[in-house]
Antibody
Framework: QVQLQESGPGLVKPSETLSLTCTVSGDWGSVGHGSYYWSWIRQPPGKGLEWIGQIYHGGTTKYKPALKRRVTMSVNPSKNQFSLKMTSVTAADTAVYYC???????????????????WGPGMLVTVSS | QSVLTQPPSASGTPGQRVTISCSGGSSSFETKSLYWYQHLPGTAPKLLIYSNNQRPSGVPDRFSGSKSGTSASLAITGLRSEDEADYYCATWDDSLSEGVFGGGTKLTVL
């Protein structure tokens, strides 16, 4: 089994930077494993799921184009963590933020970019002064 | 507005069969795999169907997925009260270069 847990401030002021970390644990839970990518997904109150982006242990990233200017993801294999930073936040960024593992073996084609097999429980981040 | 279109709601009575549709407007939809997620409020979403019609281990065979052309569907047979949840389809859109979710369908078990 693999466990993911989001952590970070639950309240961020408008125009400031949202910073979240996802800690991965359990068997097959290494962020350095070659078949996995690591993703952030959010759900604004009363709305649906929104893909934010993902990162590979080597640092390769894919970001949602509409958020690309404000989003940076990083990975820390020594702590088995990956992180999300989002700058210049507004009330529209208020959401439950989920981290998730992406299963995609590029060499064999097994899995896919939205094959999220493990998720964290989610963390509400509110943007308010 | 999502590139994947789902009905906002669906309902059924215990034991019934219900289907939830997901339609896509881009060329990626026809060539990329489709996924389905079950989301109970206050919990993490759960992978229900991958690669159009495959079930992860532990997902009951009451759940099945299909895809043809620009439409896909999730079928649930032998509906149970614990199936009451939001259901999302998802795929990778090459033209947008991003992962996309449908708007979600709220399933009510009457």
């Amino acid at each position: 089994q693999v466990q993911l847990q989001e952590s970070g401030p639950g309240l961020v002021k408008p125009s400031e930077t949202l910073s979240l970390t996802c800690t991965v644990s359990g068997d097959w839970g290494s962020v350095g494993h070659g078949s996995y990518y690591w993703s952030w997904i959010r759900q604004p109150p009363g709305k649906g799921l929104e893909w934010i982006g993902q990162i590979y242990h080597g640092g390769t990233t894919k970001y949602k184009p509409a958020l690309k200017r404000r989003v940076t993801m990083s990975v820390n294999p020594s702590k088995n963590q990956f992180s999300l930073k989002m700058t210049s936040v507004t009330a529209a960024d208020t959401a439950v933020y989920y981290c998730a593992r992406v299963f995609y073996d590029v060499l064999t084609g097994r899995g896919g970019w939205v094959h999220f097999d493990y998720w964290g429980p989610g963390m509400l981040v509110t943007v308010s002064s | 507005q999502s590139v994947l279109t789902q009905p906002p709601s669906a309902s059924g009575t215990p034991g019934q069969r219900v289907t939830i549709s997901c339609s896509g407007g881009s060329s990626s939809f026809e060539t990329k795999s489709l996924y389905w997620y079950q989301h109970l409020p206050g919990t993490a979403p759960k992978l229900l169907i991958y690669s159009n019609n495959q079930r992860p281990s532990g997902v009951p065979d009451r759940f099945s997925g299909s895809k043809s052309g620009t439409s896909a569907s999730l079928a649930i047979t032998g509906l149970r009260s614990e199936d009451e949840a939001d259901y999302y389809c998802a795929t990778w859109d090459d033209s947008l270069s991003e992962g996309v979710f449908g708007g979600g369908t709220k399933l009510t078990v009457l």
